[in-house]
């Protein structure tokens, strides 16, 4: 997609089911270990009474979209704020949704409101704003 095709509002989104083994092995890869994610006993006397998905893994999704949907391939990620607000369990099925909120037309500089939810989209599970150039 050309940058001058891009308009205020436009979206797009990604879909994903997270398994048990994503969870392994983006702890493998991120080096992040923490039983929470990974250790079944530890996690069912933690806050959430089972294993989580490691937020980062869910907010990737929001990338996947950026790279591959809107704004599409040649786009260089500059910037991204997350707040958690929702814990995703394995088994849980996301939806990452960005939205143009604002164009630089000076230096092909997107802004985008980004969103990961669950359960048919009533539950926000993470919620951002991604600033990105389209190159």
Do not use: W
Request: hydrophobic residues 40%; glycine residues 6%.
């Amino acid at each position: 997609m050309n940058y001058e095709d891009i308009k205020i509002g436009d979206k797009a989104a990604i879909e994903k089911t997270f398994t048990s083994e994503d969870v392994f092995t983006f702890s493998e890869v991120s080096a992040d270990i923490n039983p929470l994610h990974l250790d079944e006993e530890y996690a069912k006397n933690s806050l959430f009474g089972k294993r989580i998905v490691h937020g980062m893994l869910t907010a990737s999704l929001i990338s996947a979209v950026l790279g591959t949907k809107l704004p599409g391939e040649n786009t260089l990620y500059l910037s991204q704020s997350l707040k958690f607000t929702h814990p995703v369990y394995i088994g849980d099925h996301c939806v990452a949704e960005v939205e143009v909120i604002s164009k630089r037309e000076d230096k092909k500089i997107l802004t985008l409101k980004t969103t990961v939810t669950t359960n048919n989209g009533d539950t926000e599970v993470v919620v951002g704003e991604a600033i990105v150039k389209k190159m």
